[in-house]
């Protein structure tokens, strides 16, 4: 089992910046692809940014290219999602989550949850 906490959401006016956190606890952080998921009110869960073990391999979600950053620190076993120039059509909440498969923007590819984090952004 790996447990996820996320934490740094909050309410923010367009073109401000956050930045999350997701601390891993339970199984070696390391051995997981490591990736931010956001859901929307009356939307699906769609897939923002994923980074792999070794931090060689990131992927974004195309409308937050250039503006949000992932990065890990496997020593902390930390994830981070450096979010910039926010806009409310980032407004949702953000979840940590983890996995071993190959194709990351599917979330029923990803084993593993945190329960989320409230991103608000206003205009």
């Known amino acids: 089992q790996v447990q996820l906490v996320e934490s740094g959401g909050g309410l923010v006016q367009a073109g401000y910046s956050l930045l999350l956190s997701c601390a891993a606890s339970?199984?070696?952080?390391?051995?997981?692809?490591m990736g931010w998921f956001r859901q929307a009110p009356g939307k699906e869960r769609e897939f923002v940014a994923a980074i792999s073990w070794d931090s060689d391999e990131i992927n974004y979600l195309g409308s937050v290219q250039g503006r949000f950053f992932i990065s890990r620190d496997n020593r902390e076993n930390t994830v981070y999602l450096q979010m910039n120039n926010l806009k409310p059509e980032d407004t949702a909440i953000y979840y940590c989550?983890?996995?071993?498969?190959?194709?990351?923007?599917?979330?029923?590819?990803?084993?593993?949850w945190g329960r989320g984090t409230q991103v608000t952004v206003s205009s």
């Open positions: 989550a983890a996995t071993t498969a190959l194709l990351w923007h599917d979330p029923d590819n990803w084993g593993y």
């Open positions: 339970g199984r070696t952080f390391q051995n997981y692809v």
